[in-house]
């Protein structure tokens, strides 16, 4: 049986230079996969930003997260689906402090398409991997219940985690009736009307670019001046797309990022904490102190206290 619960914990570096996600999903021969992740309560971060090339349907078990596809911000709750198209740059947060646990279906184009180009492949598949073919990027409960998406997504989990015979053909089935589900909203959502996509691919791929400066230079000494460099913007102009791609300053978004590594230095090593302040980027150690207990809630070494008793 196949062990597909997760805790959302560090991982290395889970994504490459460009944020692409390093973790393979699949194999060569069935290039699909499943997740189910609890995130604990003390996790502020519930998705890490990044991206990959397959297709993800992801249901929110239990709790609620304000998700970031693309340009789009909406909050999803139990009971409701992400369809997040491939290659769209993804993030989340925790709302509040309920444990939450969600479970992402992964399929890449190779596991869908024929080796003929069929019918099939033609009017559904290869517009749906082109981001030619829109579905709602949420699925409220309203809508969830005429279309019934996570009871097959349930059983696509099931058949994965036990491995029975045959179970790859199952799966395959279920991914098409899912998709032959969501047929029956596409037509309220055409090809130029999601916003994040066409009209903002440019704005995609500059965002994964400044991602990849933080992640690569987070330990340094960086200006708002550095970053907008980086993307060829005055900083004025940068500060108003970083709060439309992140919601966030600049500054703010380049010190949420740093206290994520540091929370992955306080949970994995027993540095001090002035070391792990150094390491992360902050000018002093009362500044790191500072930003933390802004984020959690609690000083550095009482989330480390905290961390061991739940241990």
């Known amino acids: 049986m196949k062990k597909t619960l997760e805790l959302l914990e ?14 393979t999903h699949g194999s060569r021969q069935f290039r699909m996969s499943v997740h189910v992740t609890k995130v604990p309560p ?3 971060l519930v998705l890490y ?43 989340a947060i925790r709302l509040n402090q309920e444990e939450i646990i969600f479970c992402a279906v992964l399929v890449h184009f190779n ?24 579905y709602p990027l949420l ?14 997504l349930e059983e696509v989990r099931d058949l994965y985690q036990q491995e029975a015979h045959g179970y790859e053909m199952l799966i395959k089935a279920r991914m098409f009736e899912v ?16 916003p994040g996509q066409s009209r903002g691919g440019n704005s995609s791929m500059l965002a994964k670019k400044t991602l990849a400066y933080v992640q690569q230079n987070y330990s340094k000494r960086i200006t708002l001046s550095d970053m907008a460099q980086q993307v060829n913007m005055s900083p004025s102009y940068f500060c108003r797309f970083m709060k439309k791609q992140f919601d966030l300053s600049p500054m703010d978004f380049l010190n949420e990022y740093r ?12 540095k001090k904490i002035m070391e792990i302040s150094g390491m992360t980027g902050f000018s002093n ?15 550095p070494m009482d989330y480390r206290k905290r961390l061991r008793q739940n241990r």
């Open 49 to 91: 930003s990044h991206w990959h090339e397959e297709l993800e349907l992801l249901f929110m078990v239990k709790g609620a997260a304000k998700f970031h596809v693309g340009q789009e911000k909406m909050v999803v709750q139990s009971g409701e689906v992400v369809f997040i198209q491939p290659n769209m740059l993804h993030s």
């Open 259 to 270: 206290i994520s590594e540091a929370v992955s230095l306080l949970e994995t090593t027993d």
């Open 111 to 134: 596991f869908l398409s024929s080796l003929e180009n069929d019918q099939i492949q033609q009017q559904y598949v290869f517009p749906l991997f082109l981001n030619n073919r829109r």
């Open 10 to 23: 560090p991982i290395g570096e889970p994504v490459s230079q460009d944020m692409k996600e390093k973790l």
């Open 42 to 44: 003390m996790n502020n």
């Open 139 to 152: 699925i409220k409960r309203e809508l969830e219940e005429k279309l019934r998406l996570i009871p097959l």
């Open 285 to 299: 150690v009362n500044r790191f102190t500072e930003m933390f207990k802004k984020t959690y809630g609690c000083r």
């Open 179 to 194: 998709l032959c589900r969501l047929e029956k909203c596409a037509a309220e959502y055409p090809p130029t009307g999601l």
